[in-house]
């Protein structure tokens, strides 16, 4: 998950277990039958909330459930087994690709519930929900190391995260591609977190009006690196066609 780049292999087995940096709750409520059944008009609604753990680059930690998420019996036994597995495809997705979900439309094989539609897609609808103040725009940014004789091309891919006009965070799909050797990744390490959080809080307007790259988005020693994720960062609001 992280942004920073190892500079040595670790001998710890022993997994990390990350804390959540925000966790963003949501629900939903729904009638626990189809709408072409004859007795929806006395069934009861039933509602699901869900809260969402990320890390402090907006990638899902953990998926936490509760309320009725499904009637007794059979449904509750379908949801039971199915759970877990169901949690954590979509712990699998980016908050993007939660959003693009349709609750509308037939779901992926992995998020559904033979039997008990209604329950999935109620579990749909509460991280929608959860994730609906929160926009996610994808951009690159491509250049050349200068002192580079051969001209190698580096590309950084980016997730930026938006709310409320300001910038939350960014994922850099490809941190490996970052920087082009380790003495360039131990400065990119060493100024990485004071660069997030220098983006982090910035108006994306003020950002957008940027008509040159400002010496507080750089880091010592890996200013094209910065540069770089600059140009992604404001690649992807720009095509992502940010409206204030």
Sequence with gaps: ????????????????????????????????CTLTEEDCLEAEEDTINVSIGLNEYYQI?????????????YWKTTWNNRIEDMLASYQALSLQGIQTLDALAPLPENLSLTGATNSAVRLLNALQD??????????SFTSDIPEDEEGT????????????????????????????????????????????????????EDFLALTEFPQNLSITGATVSAERLYGAIKDALTEGGFKP
């Design 153 to 204: 091309l580096y590309t950084t891919n980016v997730l930026v995260y938006v709310e409320d006009g300001q910038i939350m965070t960014f994922d850099i799909l490809n941190p490996e591609d970052i920087a082009s050797s380790s003495f360039y990744r131990n400065k990119w390490n060493e100024g990485f977190e004071t660069l997030l959080q220098t983006y982090r809080g910035y108006s994306v």
């Design 61 to 73: 930690l953990e998926i936490d459930v509760t309320g009725k998420v499904a009637t007794n019996g």
């Design 130 to 139: 959860a994730v609906k103040n929160i926009e996610v725009y994808e951009g």
């Design 1 to 32: 998950f992280a942004q920073t780049l190892p500079t040595s292999s670790s001998s710890s087995s022993e997994p990390i277990v990350e804390t959540p940096y925000r966790i963003l709750e949501g629900t939903a409520t729904s009638l626990n």
